[in-house]
C-alpha cells in the first residue's frame, strides 16, 4: 500500500546501506578498437557508466556523442544504485 500524501523524496540517511561506487581507470591500447568510436558505441556492463575522460590537460564531460581518441584515460563507475 502506499502513502500518497507522504513525502518521496529520500533522505541522506536513506543512503547509507548502498554500496559504495567502484571506480576503474582504463587506458586503451594504441590501435586498440575503441579509438575512433563514440561512447554509445561502447556498449558497457549494466550498473556501469563513464565518470570522465582524461585527454591531456582537457577533461571533456562523456557523454554518448563524445569521440574516444588515442590517448584517453576512461574512467569508470559501477554502483548499485545504478542498476
Known amino acids: 500500500m502506499m502513502d500518497l500524501s507522504g513525502n518521496v523524496l529520500k533522505a541522506f540517511s536513506d543512503y547509507s546501506e548502498e554500496p559504495d561506487p567502484q571506480f576503474s581507470l582504463v587506458e ?3 590501435g586498440s578498437s575503441w579509438h575512433g568510436k563514440s561512447l554509445a558505441e561502447r556498449r558497457l556492463p549494466s ?7 582524461l ?5 571533456p564531460i562523456p557523454h554518448g556523442e ?4 588515442a590517448q584517453d ?6 554502483s548499485g544504485s545504478l542498476r
Open 28 to 30: 586503451p591500447m594504441p
Open 66 to 69: 563524445t569521440i574516444l581518441q
Open 73 to 78: 584515460t576512461l574512467v569508470f563507475v559501477d
Open 55 to 59: 585527454r591531456g590537460k582537457e577533461k
Open 47 to 53: 550498473g556501469m557508466a563513464t565518470a570522465l575522460i
